[in-house]
């Protein structure tokens, strides 16, 4: 081990000040009840990209980071579906056969988590929504009337060559909706999800020729979200065929947000010591 300097001590007593300093101002922030601390700034995103791009893999990293919901408007169809309500059961018909589901049942499925899942005060991220103009317009304006437009619309940008082999090799934990890769991202257990050894499950939907005609989908329906974006001002474009970790290097600069990440995902970043 590496002897210890002056400087290091230095640094960690300079931290320790921070760190009092800051527990001080919160303190007072909730004696004079102020209920919402912005400790960190409110983040409003969309991912957009074909089904593989990796919206899946990339949002718990954001949501982990700006502590805000992580909406997938695909995990909640599945959630119906397993519960075998109405709105499941007709859902899952259009989901096996690459189409989508209603525009009012998808913003009034936005709508309602907006509203009322504490767990979006803070922010959100939703993977999967909107898929059409109907659903952006929708989206913009349930906004609008709340003062709290978009803030970011990230198009995870891929060739469909690319996205066979990540769809027919996915494998996911169906209550969390992480996902995993046979080969790009296996789980350290065959067929068990990391966090809580439940088994993993390949959706019904993820073949090659279901993945054909959700790509049709995408390509004629959801494409044209993204020249939405794009006249408003709030689009970018990320290369999705990078690994991983260069995707979400890539991803933190488009929020302008280019600390690596050990030194700023933990706790100091959230009460904004780094
Ligand atoms: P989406 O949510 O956009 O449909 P996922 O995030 O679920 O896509 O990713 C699809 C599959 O590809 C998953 O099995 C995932 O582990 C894998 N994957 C995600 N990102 C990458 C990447 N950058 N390189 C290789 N495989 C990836
Ligand atoms: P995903 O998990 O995002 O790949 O979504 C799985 C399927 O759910 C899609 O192929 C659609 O059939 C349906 N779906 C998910 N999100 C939407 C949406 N915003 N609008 C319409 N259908 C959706």
Redesign the pocket.
């Known amino acids: 081990m590496a002897p210890i300097t002056d400087s290091q001590i230095d640094d960690l007593k300079d931290l320790v000040h921070k760190l009092e300093a800051r527990v001080h101002d919160l303190e007072h922030r909730l004696e004079s009840g102020e209920t919402k601390p912005s400790l960190v700034e409110s983040m409003r995103l969309i991912l957009i990209g074909p ?2 791009a990796g ?2 893999t990339q949002a718990p990293r954001i949501k982990d980071r700006y502590c805000i919901c992580h909406l ?7 959630a119906q579906v397993a519960k075998k309500t109405p709105l499941g059961r007709e ?1 899952k018909k ?10 009012d ?2 913003i009034n ?2 709508k309602n988590e907006l509203d009322t899942n504490r767990e979006c005060e803070n922010g959100f991220i939703l ?6 103009v109907a ?1 952006a317009e929708g989206l913009d304006s349930m906004l609008q009337a709340e003062s709290k437009p978009l803030k970011h619309a990230i198009e995870l940008q891929i060739d469909d060559g690319l996205l066979v082999s990540r769809i027919t090799g996915r494998l996911i934990h169906p209550a969390s ?1 992480r996902s995993y890769h046979k080969v790009f991202n296996p789980p350290k257990e065959t067929m068990k999800d990391d966090v809580t050894g439940e088994p993993l499950i390949q ?1 019904t ?1 993820d073949n090659a020729e ?1 993945l054909k005609k ?1 790509l049709s ?1 995408y390509h004629e329906q959801t494409a044209p979200v993204v020249g939405y974006y794009k006249t408003r001002g709030i689009w970018a474009g990320i290369d999705a065929s990078q690994d991983p970790e260069h995707v979400w290097k890539s991803i933190l600069g488009v929020f302008g947000d280019s600390k690596t990440t050990s030194s700023s995902s933990g706790i100091l970043s959230k009460i904004g010591l780094r």
């Open positions: 089904p593989g919206k899946g997938a408007t695909g995990d909640m169809l599945r859902a259009i989901m096996d056969q690459g189409g989508l589901v209603s525009d049942i998808m499925m936005i993977d999967g929504f909107p898929r059409t659903q909706g959706r939907d279901t959700r989908t």
